[in-house]
């Protein structure tokens, strides 16, 4: 269950619009109601300021909400994919991942010293179902997995990740 604190209703804010395309606050507004976020319509335009949410012209032609990525670029990014995250995700094991080595529902991902919280976000990012969550470091991310005995078949996926094979 997730906390009802700002900093998480805007992970959520930004959840919906990168993984969807949402064309009004109203629209915004209800998709959080669904999650069991309660927002009144003066703190969720709060909200959408804070987080450097704006509208963009979609794929379709609608005007639709984008936030800005994570990392450097700050490119503003909406209506992802799960093809897309995922994409991005093997692009950044392709180019960071070091090792992956799993213990029961663990797996400790190595990358250059520097790399693992920008690596971490974009697993994050992904929602691999397998993958609970992480912690990164400087150089190491441990993932936990679902399932009590998954870390050796997640470790694999990041192993294949790395190596093309996605």
Do not use: W
Not at 16 to 37: K, P
Not at 136 to 159: C, L, N, S
């Amino acid at each position: 269950m997730a906390p009802t604190t700002k900093t998480a209703r805007h992970a959520k804010i930004r959840e919906l619009i990168t993984r969807s395309q949402v064309r009004s606050q109203a629209e915004l507004a209800e998709r959080l109601a669904d999650a069991g976020v309660t927002v009144t319509q003066g703190t969720l335009s709060r909200d959408l300021v804070e987080i450097g949410a704006a509208r963009v012209r979609g794929a379709q032609g609608a005007l639709i909400y984008a936030v800005p990525s994570d990392g450097h670029d700050r490119e503003l990014q909406a209506d992802q994919t799960d093809a897309t995250t995922t994409a991005r995700l093997i692009a950044l094991c392709k180019d960071l991942l070091v090792s992956a080595e799993p213990s029961a529902n663990l797996v400790l991902l190595r990358t250059p010293p520097g790399a693992a919280q920008f690596l971490a976000s974009a697993v994050d990012h992904a929602g691999i179902s397998e993958v609970l969550g992480c912690i990164a470091g400087d150089d190491t991310i441990m993932v936990v997995t679902t399932a009590p005995d998954g870390g050796a078949a997640v470790a694999q996926r990041f192993t294949d990740f790395a190596e093309g094979r996605g």
